[in-house]
């Protein structure tokens, strides 16, 4: 690494060691410790992270985020969730081995916004309030009539319109295009558990940076605001609930940060040399990844089957010659040797049925994430 290589101004208020890197397959952007390039992409497993320019490939977001939610999923429940997908697999590719998981697990760091903005509005919606109510009910037991008392909670609604001005700190929208799919896969996370963001914790974690500007997910960061909004109005009206809230709203002095999120991911090949990404929740611990069995491996072992059943086969008719032509006894031994022909030969069905229900099950759910994939880009488009 030459002079100018080593990390500028911008990425250094992000950590000591920070570098800019992009991915030659995804052309996704990272910051990585400028020594570890280059290093296989944690989020495709197709290409490497190559150093870049960052003169040249400067993001336009660059400032340091402002929180960061830790890792806090424990070794322990780490290795059981890799542990178990492994012994999922009953024919497994030669790669899909614990210790190879575990010797390439990378910690990463997903972005998403936290804007801040003064809101001004007016609103309107109905307002709901609790009240009980009591009734009686009468009932026959024992020979004679006893009086229930019963209480019953409901909800007197009520029009209500107004004004709101607020100022709102932190409320989120997605920093990635492929936000919402993470979240179907691994599930939301705990963001009250969010700290203040300290160099420290990108000693040896990547981060991805968003591909989402600001201006992009402005529409997500209103929902935010609106369901704050939402809040404020129905404690504003001291009200239990709130329906067909409906405002007209200004924004004012927007101001964009940054949170982290945590995961870890690893990798194996298959067959085809092709790398299967396994994504792990970086709070929660759950796991989403592709389960693929070996076919090389089951066609094998079939073979192996299919060539136990012909040497009993012919063992098999080998007694049964004896039996016709020297004792009629070894028959039972040839009828014995038939069997176990048939059963071998059966068994050779097993471990190729057993591989190809596993991919294509495992390609049927990936056409199906696929699909559902494509919906919400869609949708956030």
């Known amino acids: 690494m030459?002079?100018?290589?080593?990390?500028?101004?911008?990425?250094?208020?992000?950590?000591?060691?920070?570098?800019?890197?992009?991915?030659?397959a995804c052309?996704?952007?990272?910051l990585i410790p400028y020594d570890k390039a280059p290093l296989p992409c944690p989020l495709c497993g197709q290409g490497e992270l190559l150093l870049l320019d960052e003169a040249a490939d400067r993001p336009i977001y660059t400032q340091p985020p402002e929180l960061v939610v830790p890792f806090s999923v424990t070794p322990e429940?780490?290795?059981h969730q890799l542990k178990k997908f492994v012994s999922g697999i009953w024919i497994k590719p030669n790669d899909l081995k614990l210790d190879r998981l575990n010797g390439r697990i990378q910690a990463i760091y997903?972005?998403?916004?936290?804007?801040?903005a003064d809101v001004q509005a007016r609103w309107q919606a109905e307002t709901g309030y609790n009240y009980e109510i009591v009734s009686h009910r009468e009932q026959y037991q024992g020979n004679q009539w006893h009086t229930q008392r019963i209480k019953e909670t409901k909800i007197r609604w009520e029009p209500r319109v107004g004004q709101l001005q607020c100022h709102y700190d932190?409320?989120?929208a997605p920093a990635l295009e492929e936000h919402d799919v993470f979240a179907q896969k691994l599930g939301r996370y705990r963001l009250e558990d969010a700290e203040l963001y300290q160099p420290e914790v990108t000693r040896e974690a990547l981060v991805r940076l968003p591909n989402r500007p600001p201006d992009d997910a402005w529409t997500d960061a209103q929902v935010s605001l609106r369901t704050a909004a939402l809040q404020e109005c129905c404690q504003a009206a001291a009200a239990d609930h709130i329906r067909d809230f409906r405002w007209t709203a200004e924004f004012a002095n927007q101001n964009w940060t940054q949170l982290l999120l945590p995961l870890y991911t690893t990798w194996y090949r298959d067959d085809e040399d092709q790398p299967q990404m396994i994504y792990l929740h970086g709070q929660t611990g759950k796991l989403y990844g592709s389960r693929?069995?070996?076919m090389k491996k089951a066609r094998k072992y079939a073979l192996i089957m299919l060539a136990l059943a012909a040497l009993s086969g012919m063992v098999a008719f080998f007694f049964f010659l004896l039996g016709i032509f020297v004792a009629a006894e070894i028959l039972a031994l040839?009828?014995?040797?038939f069997l176990t022909a048939v059963f071998f030969g059966v068994l050779a069905v097993v471990p190729v049925g057993l591989a190809w229900y596993t991919n294509h099950t495992a390609e049927l759910n990936a056409l199906q994430q696929l699909a559902r994939d494509t919906a919400v880009l869609?949708?956030?488009k």
């Open 170 to 172: 932190n409320k989120t």
């Open 110 to 116: 997903l972005p998403m916004w936290l804007v801040d």
């Open 292 to 294: 693929r069995a070996s």
């Open 334 to 337: 040839a009828t014995l040797g």
């Open 77 to 79: 429940k780490r290795q």
């Open 27 to 30: 052309d996704t952007l990272y």
């Open 2 to 24: 030459t002079e100018t290589d080593q990390p500028t101004q911008w990425t250094t208020e992000w950590g000591d060691n920070l570098a800019l890197a992009g991915c030659d």
């Open 378 to 380: 869609n949708n956030q």
